[in-house]
């Protein structure tokens, strides 16, 4: 059973960037397509990014296109988000989710592991 931990949320100002990181403990990480997902306070969670793990296909929201980069690194059992050009609306919970679908999928039932989330504030 995979187990995913986020690292690398905080505080930074509009503008800023950050890397998010999930760590991934058990299963085959190079088989699982990850992604990433956010849930501020009183909207549900959506899916910013997702890597899958054949063809390395990509998926991003259309909010953080050109601004956003998920990328992998199966060696190190880890998927990252490299977040630029932060926003205040960027501000919530972000985790990474896996799922064993070959190709990118954006709904959170589709994914089986989630991560415990880590908090990213961008302030104005």
């Known amino acids: 059973q995979v187990q995913l931990v986020e690292t690398g949320g905080g505080l930074v100002q509009a503008g800023g960037s950050l890397r998010l990181s999930c760590a991934a403990s058990?299963?085959?990480?190079?088989?699982?397509?990850m992604g990433w997902f956010r849930q501020a306070p009183g909207k549900e969670r959506e899916c910013v990014a997702a890597?899958?793990?054949?063809?390395?296909?990509?998926y991003y929201a259309d909010s953080v296109k050109g601004r956003f980069t998920v990328s992998r690194d199966n060696a190190k059992n880890t998927v990252y988000l490299q977040m630029n050009s932060l926003k205040p609306e960027d501000t919530a919970v972000y985790y990474c989710?896996?799922?064993?679908?070959?190709?990118?999928?954006?709904?959170?039932?589709?994914?089986?592991?989630w991560g415990q989330g880590t908090q990213v504030t961008v302030s104005s």
């Open positions: 989710a896996a799922t064993d679908y070959s190709r990118v999928v954006v709904s959170s039932h589709q994914y089986h592991t």
């Open positions: 890597h899958s793990w054949i063809g390395y296909g990509t």
């Open positions: 058990g299963g085959t990480f190079s088989r699982y397509t």
